[in-house]
């Protein structure tokens, strides 16, 4: 996904893909969509940005998991769109014990990497995204053993291209470009939600630079609601996010992305 679903693990967060930073770093990091430059996994201290990259954009292509679309197509605008995630995005009240270290934002410009990736997975090109918020970046944790979560909205033109994305980015094409990108460890993530629907993912395993070598585990889910993907970017090191951490989370904006839908369109647009 290149600028939704996708995660950058080396730089920060871009719709499903993942970065690393220190928070520090995280406040002003830059993160494509889902979809993210796969590089090693960085040092806990600067895995903040990691996990900013974790929430791109996810790519599309054929044989992934995703549901056939259930509306006709919707047109998005940005104002409508940034709306939409201003009302789906995390917040710091989401997780008390975790501490915000950034703000929500509009994601940076996709930068080479994302349009490459974008080829490779054969996901939507970043030039298409209508709108990409990423959430406020919560931590927890010290250094061998910090949590980062973050979510992100990216707004596609039409729903049959939010869909696209999401299917390429846990299709065997985009596993295999997620190799190439320097996962050690990669497999698929199906977290099951209200109403039968099912966010789709990957986890990313890669080993950390800097003097711990802890491995990094970064977790990226998502599902589509109408035109836009939403996704949760999970980073653990040493150990994964909580499986109920991002089931929580995941419940979360799957009931906001429902109460919120209108400001997509029609009320007939479905989060599936």
């Given at each position: ?126 030039a298409r995204i209508v709108a990409n918020i990423r ?138």
């Open positions: 996904m290149a600028g939704s679903v996708r995660r950058m693990p080396a730089a920060e967060d871009r719709s499903v893909r993942t970065a690393k930073a220190s928070s520090t770093a995280a406040k002003s990091g830059s993160a494509p969509s889902l979809r993210r430059r796969r590089r090693r996994a960085a040092h806990p201290a600067a895995s903040t940005c990691i996990l900013l990259a974790l929430t791109v954009v996810l790519p599309g292509c054929a044989g992934a998991q995703a549901s056939a679309p259930t509306t006709a197509t919707v047109a998005v605008t940005k104002a409508s769109a940034v709306a939409f995630a201003h009302a789906v995005n995390l917040r710091a009240s989401d997780q008390p014990a975790m501490e915000a270290v950034a703000p929500e934002r509009a994601a940076p410009s996709p930068d080479a990497t994302a349009f490459e990736f974008a080829r490779c997975d054969g996901g939507i090109s970043p959430s406020t970046l919560l931590s927890t944790g010290n250094e061998r053993e910090q949590r980062l979560v973050r979510s992100r909205v990216t707004a596609m033109p039409s729903e049959a291209l939010a869909r696209r994305n999401l299917a390429a980015f846990t299709s065997p094409r985009g596993l295999h470009c997620e190799r190439h990108y320097g996962g050690t460890s990669i497999s698929r993530l199906n977290v099951p939600l209200a109403g039968g629907t099912h966010a789709f993912g990957q986890r990313i395993v890669a080993p950390s630079g800097g003097p711990t070598h802890v491995l990094g585990y970064h977790d990226i889910l998502g599902f589509v609601c109408g035109p836009a993907e939403i996704v949760l970017t999970a980073a653990g090191f040493s150990h994964p996010v909580a499986s109920q951490t991002e089931q929580q989370l995941l419940d979360v904006l799957y009931r906001r992305a429902a109460e919120a839908r209108g400001e997509l369109g029609p009320r007939s647009v479905r989060c599936n």
